[in-house]
Nanobody, 120 residues
């Protein structure tokens, strides 16, 4: 059973920083693209950042220069370093990964989400 578990969310003041972590566990062949999404109250889920297995990165415009996605392939982890946080960054953040349970199959998995609240 493949699982993604996020951690690191919390309450932070505007201008502050948080680091989100996501760990993949279970039995699988390989992890391909990994990503962070977020969903604010009353809004659709939004793609925040993606990273390939080779560490090619992409970001939504609203977080460029403030957020950094990274991964540790040896430990099946993905991270999101969030700096200069703004109230509009408040959302539930979800980890997502394309994981191949076997050489012949791959599917998208989601974590349960972690709340990030930016408020004074």
């Amino acid at each position: 059973q493949v699982q993604l578990v996020e951690s690191g969310g919390g309450l932070v003041q505007p201008g502050g920083s948080l680091r989100l972590s996501c760990a993949a566990s279970g039995t699988f062949f390989s992890i391909y693209d990994m990503a962070w999404y977020r969903q604010a109250p009353g809004k659709q889920r939004e793609l925040v950042a993606t990273i390939t297995r080779g560490s090619s990165r992409n970001y939504v415009d609203s977080v460029k220069g403030r957020f950094t996605i990274s991964r540790d392939n040896a430990n099946n982890m993905v991270y999101l370093q969030m700096n200069s946080l703004k109230p509009e960054d408040t959302a539930i953040y979800y980890c997502s990964a394309v994981i191949a349970a076997t050489m012949a199959s791959a599917k998208n998995y989601w974590g349960q989400g972690t709340q990030v609240t930016v408020s004074s």
